[in-house]
């Protein structure tokens, strides 16, 4: 089955600056590559996804990009402010599957 | 548009009992997840509905775990006997086809075994 794998575990940024979290999957037939963002107490809620035929996805301040051939897949903040800070988890889906794989997830810390 | 609406969203049970969540998905979506994610982990998904059918019900234990999904729309996750190692949160999430579509989370019910 699909395996995702996530890093790293913890980020800590500062208000404004970049942050960067990647992910690998090992099934070369994933199609769906969602990223979510988790704040404590609540589900996961999907901020950004790509698909397989796409190579980059941006919506405002958040942006992912996709290498098929590598098989990584990162997601990309700019001027993260305060309020970004939540946990965030990668995940890869497969046609014959059906189903989500998660990676392990991401606690970003954005220091005022 | 409502989300997805899961119930109740803490349960604090002892070891042994049963136990049950109820999840209601974004109307018109046909296909209904249950997923545990444990503490500091990623989701992991237990069974997927399409409309009524359970099509991946591979990693739900079903010695002590029962689902169903009455009418294609509701749906209730069953635990008998709880264990320790059930404590987690359970996550219901809904999309709107099969394959590869968005997949909304609903709030989850994190449940406590003692």
């Known amino acids: 089955g699909e395996n995702v794998e996530q890093h790293p575990s913890t980020l800590s940024v500062q208000e404004g600056d970049s942050a960067v979290i990647k992910c690998t999957y090992s099934?070369?037939?994933?199609?769906?590559f969602p990223w979510y963002k988790q704040e404590l107490g609540k589900g996961p809620q999907l901020i950004i996804d790509?698909?397989?035929?796409?190579g980059e996805k941006k919506d405002q301040r958040i942006a992912v990009t996709l290498n098929k051939t590598a098989k990584h897949f990162s997601l990309h903040i700019t001027e993260t402010q305060p309020e970004d800070s939540a946990v965030y988890f990668c995940a890869a889906s497969t046609p014959s599957y059906g189903k989500l794989t998660f990676g392990q997830g991401t606690i970003l810390t954005v220091h005022p | 548009e409502a989300g997805v609406v899961q119930s109740p969203r803490y349960k604090i049970i002892e070891k042994k009992q049963p136990v049950a969540f109820w999840c209601n998905p974004i109307?018109?979506?046909?296909?209904l997840y249950w997923y545990r994610q444990n503490l500091g982990q990623g989701p992991e998904l237990l069974i997927r509905y399409e409309n009524e059918e359970a099509v991946d019900d591979s990693q739900l234990p079903k010695d002590r775990f029962s689902a169903e999904r009455l009418k294609g729309v509701d749906s209730t996750l069953k635990i008998q006997p709880a264990e320790l190692g059930d404590s987690a949160v359970y996550l219901c999430?809904?999309?709107?086809?099969?394959?590869?579509?968005?997949?909304?989370f609903g709030q989850g019910t994190r449940l406590t075994v003692v």
């Open positions: 109307s018109g979506h046909n296909t």
């Open positions: 790509i698909r397989s035929n796409v």
């Open positions: 099934d070369s037939a994933s199609n769906y």
């Open positions: 999430a809904s999309s709107p086809g099969p394959l590869n579509t968005e997949a909304f």
